[in-house]
């Protein structure tokens, strides 16, 4: 049982740039998640899933796109990266009874 | 004015205190839940409640609903405890997908 797996761990890109990190969790979870974290704030939800093929804005959305692939997989892409970008990638899923299980973590440089 | 503050942003301690780390919120909420982030980044859930106390180990959670405030207690603390921890609600009003507000977090650095 791996909970939530994310790749890649860490990337750098160049403004403009596309890249998609993957998200895959074992729990039969319903619920994904895609977070951003950076210094000084809290985490901040990009997008999300609440079932298979749903798919829902968070708070900071723009420059994103998501695709809830199956029930497993969650990935989310960058079609035109930029610097403001910069941040750790959270992956998160939703147990039944609420509970939040996160991935590892990617963080990514846009140059 | 955030949803969702914590305080102290920053708490050093020697080994062995007792800590505690507060969170106040300002929606209606239907569950909160204490993380913690190691210093590698990974993120654990430590707590989900929605009312009273819970325990486990050395830790313990509390809120009260009335007046919108949580706290997380580590008793008899230890270097190993040192991370960030952080507070999240998810809100009364989220149906869908049970989306979670959270604070920034507080650096908690246990000196031997």
């Known amino acids: 049982n791996a909970g939530v797996t994310q790749t890649p761990k860490f990337q750098v890109l160049k403004t403009g740039q596309s890249m998609t990190l993957q998200c895959a969790q074992d729990?039969?979870?319903?619920?994904m998640y895609w977070y951003r974290q950076d210094p000084g704030m809290g985490l901040r939800l990009i997008y999300y899933?609440?079932?298979?093929?749903?798919?829902d804005k968070g708070e900071v959305p723009n420059g994103y796109n998501v695709s809830r692939l199956n029930k497993r997989e969650f990935s989310l892409r960058l079609e035109s990266a930029a610097p403001s970008q910069t941040s750790v990638y959270f992956c998160?899923?939703?147990?039944?009874?609420?509970?939040?299980?996160f991935g590892p973590g990617t963080r990514l440089t846009v140059l | 004015k955030n949803e969702v503050e914590q305080s102290p942003q920053n708490l050093t301690a020697q080994e062995g205190e007792f800590i505690t780390i507060n969170c106040s919120y300002s929606?209606?909420?239907?569950?909160l839940h204490w993380l913690q982030q190691h210093p590698g980044g990974g993120i654990v859930s430590l707590f989900m409640?929605?009312?009273g106390k819970k325990k486990h180990g050395r830790l313990i959670a509390t809120i009260n609903i009335q007046e919108k405030h949580s706290s997380l207690h580590i008793t008899a603390s230890h270097p190993r405890d040192s991370a960030v921890y952080i507070c999240?609600?998810?809100?009364?009003?989220?149906?869908?997908?049970?989306?979670?507000?959270f604070g920034e977090g507080t650096q908690l650095t246990v000196n031997p």
């Open positions: 998160a899923s939703r147990s039944q009874g609420g509970a939040q299980y």
């Open positions: 729990m039969n979870h319903n619920s």
């Open positions: 899933s609440a079932s298979e093929g749903t798919t």
């Open positions: 929606v209606g909420i239907s569950a």
């Open positions: 409640l929605s009312s």
């Open positions: 999240a609600v998810r809100g009364s009003r989220e149906t869908s997908g049970s989306r979670l507000t």
